[in-house]
């Protein structure tokens, strides 16, 4: 087989560079950016990428969106509420241009990339001055130059399936970090979009990989999460073997203290993936399965490509060769043709594997997927009963699941104060599940010890047990 090379060329890489050092000379060059951020963590880590470029070309993130002389939308399409919350926003700042008429609105990301939507927002939304695709990310310079020069609107959205080395990335955090593994998805679950508007599963090589996680524990990095539609066939395509498991393991050598992933496809979750994660030291005992639907002929009609019992099966080996690991998952409500008994399959896959937490959703009809034209959508009224009543099981279930903690040791990397009084923190323990213990500021960014007391929704309190490292 041949591989199709997606590498951009260092050369155009290097104009790209090239470019952004000129529009820093610019004069007439936006001073101060600010992004707004919609989906999931590619779209997060996308932006950071934007960031990194913006800040190249010498600007500084503005305080607000009002007052920001370069403003973009990092958009997301999954469902239909995700784009209109995108919409409005971007309808809102039309407003405050007519005041500041240098300002330059910018729309990327997946809705951009979204077949023919580019040709529509331009039309619709003429104040806005740069569309640009999640393909076209690395030529921001490039188009943010031509902007300047002409003050025309621009759209720049390729169908090319790109990865891009080299693009300078400002973090929003110090202390874990986003590293991508893999782009696109090639799976067309028949409700989802992803595929349109992020191309073809395409893996990065892994010495590119190695040496990214490199730098960022040499930075100081303490949990790194590797990102990709569906991390479990990374290295389809690539020759020499590469393969998930083994990226882990190499990962897994290189002493960061925690590893995460996601997202994993539990039809390419294997055996020895389970083996790895049993066997690491600094994986973490979490696992992030969407498994969509209990039921088999609605899981068959998503195009899952398994089945219920076979993903059951993938929860046991997970639970045998991780003890105690903490389970995720996503669930859709209301796919097309879906009766109450089959709603009930979910219910009950839902009570028999007794997740940790479960995003849960309402299907949504995506123009351009198999699943938009299938007969018999179900009533808005009936799914938002479903996904009501979906949604009161888990939060019964996660109490008791929850409850395995309890007087059990966990080690947290604090992300934030959790109150205003700034006497408790908060962060993820090592399966996942949010913990708040005593402590104030200065602990942001550490990892430390305690011991789980109570149960509160969603979040485990703690006692701290030990010091920070
Ligand atoms: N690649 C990941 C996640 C993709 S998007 C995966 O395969 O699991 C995140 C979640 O959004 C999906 O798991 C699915 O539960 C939900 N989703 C995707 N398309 C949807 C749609 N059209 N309507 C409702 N939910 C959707
Ligand atoms: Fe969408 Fe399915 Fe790909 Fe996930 S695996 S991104 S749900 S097509
Ligand atoms: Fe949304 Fe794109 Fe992610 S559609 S969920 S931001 S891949």
Request: net charge neutral; proline share 4%; with cysteine.
């Amino acid at each position: 087989m041949i591989r199709k090379e997606y590498h951009v060329p260092p050369e155009e890489m290097a104009k790209q560079r090239e470019i952004a050092g000129e529009v820093r000379q610019l004069p007439h060059r936006p001073k101060t950016y600010f992004i707004v951020t919609y989906g999931c963590q590619m779209n997060a880590h996308d932006s950071e990428k934007i960031a990194g470029l913006l800040e190249q070309m010498g600007m500084s993130e503005a305080t607000s969106r009002e007052e920001s002389d370069l403003v973009l939308f990092n958009t997301c399409c999954i469902r239909d509420n995700a784009e209109r919350k995108a919409l409005g926003n971007v309808s809102w700042l039309k407003e405050i241009k007519k005041n500041r008429p240098e300002m330059i609105i910018g729309i990327c990301g997946c809705m951009a990339q979204e077949p023919g939507m580019a040709e529509k927002l331009r039309k619709q939304y003429r104040f806005v001055d740069l569309i640009f695709g999640t393909s076209n990310l690395h030529r921001l310079p490039e188009l943010l130059m031509n902007t300047l020069n002409s003050r025309d609107s621009l759209t720049a959205v390729d169908d090319r399936d790109w990865i891009a080395e080299g693009i300078p990335v400002r973090r929003l955090r110090h202390d874990a970090a986003y590293l991508t593994i893999m782009y696109g998805c090639d799976n067309y679950c028949s409700y989802c979009i992803v595929p349109f508007v992020r191309g073809r599963e395409r893996s990065r090589n892994p010495e590119d990989i190695l040496r990214e996680a490199g730098e960022l524990m040499e930075s100081g990095v303490k949990e790194i999460m590797l990102l990709g539609q569906n991390v479990n066939s990374y290295g389809k395509g690539l020759s020499g073997g590469v393969s998930f498991p083994a990226l882990l393991k190499s990962l897994d050598r290189m002493r960061i203290p925690r590893i995460r992933f996601m997202t994993s496809h539990p039809k390419d979750l294997s055996d020895e993936l389970i083996e790895v994660m049993g066997a690491g030291s600094h994986i973490l005992p979490q696992f992030h399965l969407p498994v969509q639907s209990g039921n088999d002929e609605i899981l068959k009609r998503m195009n899952r490509h398994y089945t219920r019992e076979q993903y059951l099966d993938r929860v046991r080996k997970l639970r045998e060769s991780v003890p105690g690991i903490g389970l995720s998952t996503d669930l859709i409500v209301a796919f097309p043709g879906e009766t109450e008994a089959q709603f009930e399959d979910t219910l009950s896959l839902v009570r028999e594997v007794g997740y940790d937490s479960a995003f849960t959703f309402i299907y949504s009809p995506r123009t351009g997927t198999r699943a938009a034209e299938f007969p018999d959508q179900v009533s808005p009224e009936e799914a938002k009963d479903r996904i009501q009543r979906l949604i009161a099981l888990q939060e019964e279930l996660q109490q008791k699941t929850l409850s395995r903690f309890l007087g059990q040791e966990e080690e947290i990397l604090v992300e934030s104060l959790s109150r205003r009084d700034g006497q408790a923190v908060s962060g993820k323990g090592r399966h996942g599940v949010s913990v708040t213990v005593p402590g104030d500021a200065a602990d942001a960014g550490q990892i430390l010890s305690c011991r789980i007391t109570g149960v509160k929704n969603n979040t485990l309190m703690g006692e701290r047990t030990g010091g920070t490292r």
